[in-house]
């Protein structure tokens, strides 16, 4: 009777790999239609109705420690150990294995002969925190770029530029001449954070906190909001700034992140005090952060991150979960998602602490429209096919109307639609209603844009 295999199985870019525990790591991709090496030549091999699988397994993967075993002799499976977690990226599967160490393989189609005979240990990653002991907890990557969660709350990460580096000073060097091997990237801010999980995009990434909280970290191509901080006005307040105008790619600095927000009416506080940029100081900042000054746009970006936290301070006590809980995030391409757990309650009660009483309202003659109505004596009835018509029509208006309460959306409408009216207020100074009865007025209204002392000396605090 065959036994039962464990099996692992992950996918990246155009690739697949199967974990089957005591056979090792298997990887394969299907050619399709296209152009593949064969004989040392190249042809078009058009297989319009046929999915040709090339596959290959991992040397060394397979091994499966005994109980109590304790053999890492140089033989190659004891050597690797047995493999507890691996992932896929564009062009290498990166593993750990119960030997607390970490390997790469590069994964290359058509597959030739083998140019690596064994998987490459990443040894610069047991000394990237000499102040830390190394103890792996996972690893999570995706397309070009992956992290290693260790113990003590730190991760370190990698590119493939690092893993092609890597290999290269691996694989060409001698005793006689070695090569120094490149460190992996040690980013401060995921660093001692209890970040729980990453989710890698093609040129972003997001951090989730044990908080609930999100982090983003990258760039966004073509202003496509994979961040998700805000608009240009808003994006351009947290610290985000323009990589290359002629494309509108706008990115953080290496190493940076900053908090996404769920709250709508946060936006309507960046984009009031993003309007109020109009004295020469506050011209001054903005046109410092165009330029693109480092200490300009650090220092709002920190301090708008610094305010951004405290936004639920008399609403939510410490320890208890937020008014936007992330459950899970995830991130593919030029795209971002999360799955975020919302208490209404909290939510609204945060918007009330940074909402102002309105003015009393004026009194106002009823229109003639409204007397005639009410003096109408009249009654209508609607015949069956219209009642029927009619009831179909407030179904789909309730589903509707319900689906956008669900997305948040209303929330959203409604926060877009203060922000219109303040702009409007600002307009029209010295009126104090719209026919819609007064306007929102908010604990930022009459604040001036943030007045900061910036890294390099430069005093805007006046």
């Not at 240009?232 to 790619?249: A, C, D, P």
């Not at 757990?341 to 009194?363: G, Y």
């Amino acid at each position: 009777m065959a036994k039962a295999r464990a099996l692992t199985i992950q996918s990246g870019w155009d690739r697949n790999s199967l974990y089957v525990a005591g056979v090792g790591i298997v990887y394969w991709t299907s050619v399709q239609d296209s152009d593949i090496l064969q004989g040392g030549r190249r042809e078009a091999l058009p297989v319009h109705d046929t999915i040709l699988i090339e596959s290959a397994t991992i040397p060394g993967t397979g091994y499966r420690r005994k109980k109590n075993e304790r053999d890492y002799s140089d033989n190659l499976q004891p050597r690797i150990g047995q493999v507890t977690n691996h992932i896929v990226l564009s062009g290498y599967i990166v593993f750990t294995t119960d030997q607390n160490k970490i390997f790469s393989y590069r994964t290359t189609f058509p597959m030739p002969a083998f140019d690596i005979p064994e998987p490459i240990e990443l040894t610069t990653f047991y000394k990237a925190l000499p102040d830390q002991a190394f103890h792996i907890v996972d690893i999570q990557g995706a397309f070009t770029r992956f992290g290693v969660f260790t113990d003590s709350g730190n991760i370190i990460t990698g590119s493939e530029d690092f893993l092609n580096e890597f290999h290269h000073a691996s694989t060409t060097s001698s005793p006689d001449a070695p090569k120094p091997l490149p460190p992996p990237s040690i980013i401060p801010s995921l660093q001692s954070k209890t970040i729980i999980s990453l989710a890698f995009g093609d040129h972003h990434f997001h951090a989730l906190h044990a908080n609930g909280t999100i982090t983003s970290y990258g760039q966004e191509l073509q202003r496509c909001g994979a961040l998700g901080l805000g608009e240009s006005v808003e994006s351009t307040l947290r610290g985000v700034y323009v990589q290359n105008i002629g494309f509108g790619n706008r990115r953080l600095p290496d190493g940076e992140g900053h908090t996404v927000w769920f709250e709508p009416l946060m936006e309507t506080w960046l984009q009031d005090l993003g309007a109020k940029a109009e004295d020469v100081e506050a011209k001054q900042i903005l046109n410092m952060l165009n330029s693109g000054h480092l200490g300009a746009r650090e220092a709002l970006a920190d301090y708008f991150e610094n305010e951004g936290a405290k936004w639920e301070e008399d609403v939510t006590k410490k320890g208890e979960m937020g008014a936007y809980f992330t459950l899970k995030v995830a991130a593919a391409g030029w795209h971002s998602a999360a799955l975020v757990l919302v208490d209404d309650e909290k939510a609204e009660k945060a918007r009330v602490a940074h909402t102002l009483e309105p003015p009393p309202t004026k009194s106002r003659d009823p229109s003639p429209a409204a007397s005639l109505q009410s003096n109408d004596s009249y009654v209508h009835i609607d015949s069956p096919g219209e009642q029927l018509a009619n009831a179909v029509y407030a179904f789909y208006e309730w589903v509707w109307d319900f689906g956008r309460w669900f997305l948040g959306l209303t929330q959203r409408d409604a926060a877009r639609k203060a922000a219109a009216q303040q702009a409007q207020q600002r307009e029209n100074e010295g009126t104090e209603e719209t026919d819609e009865g007064p306007r929102p007025t908010y604990t930022w209204t009459n604040d001036p844009f943030p007045r900061l002392r910036l890294p390099d000396g430069w005093r805007d605090d006046a």
